[in-house]
């Protein structure tokens, strides 16, 4: 079946310090969401993808997707302590009805 | 943004029993809902995607008849875990999704926690 996988699993940054997880699936994407997951919490929608290519910002957060449709990233510059959580990357294949979320990768900012 | 609660966010049973947990869209109408369960530190695994007014869709190695679902109007799904047992502890979250956003996002509850002795 779709897999979909992220890496790192885990990162450890210093605040200031830039972080970038990457997200692969194994079957090509319609669509990528990307979620925020604080400890304790529950996933928090960030934004979506749609087209091949397409590049998007919310302030310090870069998300891309792939020209193939199969991979995507979110880059976080300059990490602040607010941004500690898990991220999580859902593909989304067209027909299936559903979205498939990845591994996700687990940032800690240290002060 | 949209808001969905779950109910009860943390319930402890004994080995045998049923619980039922109730996710609600409060503020707009979801067709589709989804039932995810989450080990610690672990990914989100969906587990049946609930349609309303129509049987639930299961996910490769769930078993129907122990996670029940029904999906009776557009604002209420429920997830019944039968004759539970301690494997089945776990972080159980719903999703409803709004058809009507822009992003055909899922809005999440916040969460069941499911403690079996």
């Known amino acids: 079946g779709q897999q979909v996988m992220q890496i790192p699993q885990y990162q450890h940054v210093q605040e200031g310090e830039d972080f970038t997880t990457y997200c692969n699936s194994s079957t090509t994407l319609s669509n990528i969401q990307w979620y925020k997951q604080r400890p304790g919490g529950h996933p928090v929608f960030l934004i979506q993808l749609v087209k091949s290519g397409e590049v998007k910002k919310q302030k310090r957060l870069t998300f891309q997707f792939g020209e193939a449709k199969k991979n995507s990233s979110l880059h976080i510059t300059a990490t602040q302590t607010t941004d500690v959580g898990t991220y999580f990357c859902a593909g989304y294949t067209s027909g299936t009805y559903k979205y498939i979320f990845g591994t996700g990768t687990r940032l800690k900012v240290l002060a | 943004g949209a808001v969905v609660s779950q109910h009860p966010s943390r319930v402890i049973c004994k080995s045998g029993t049923s619980v039922k947990i109730e996710c609600r869209s409060l503020d707009f109408q979801a067709t589709t809902m989804f039932w995810y369960r989450q080990f610690p530190k672990q990914s989100l695994m969906l587990m049946a995607t609930?349609?309303?007014?129509?049987?639930?869709?299961?996910e490769q190695g769930v078993e129907k008849d122990k996670f029940l679902i029904n999906h009776a109007s557009l604002t209420l799904s429920t997830l019944t875990v039968t004759s539970a047992h301690p494997e089945d502890s776990s972080f159980y979250i719903c999703?409803?999704?709004?058809?009507?956003?822009?992003?055909?996002?899922?809005?999440f509850g916040p969460g069941t926690r499911l403690t079996v002795l």
């Open positions: 609930s349609n309303e007014g129509s049987k639930a869709t299961y």
């Open positions: 999703s409803a999704r709004d058809t009507g956003g822009d992003y055909n996002e899922q809005f």
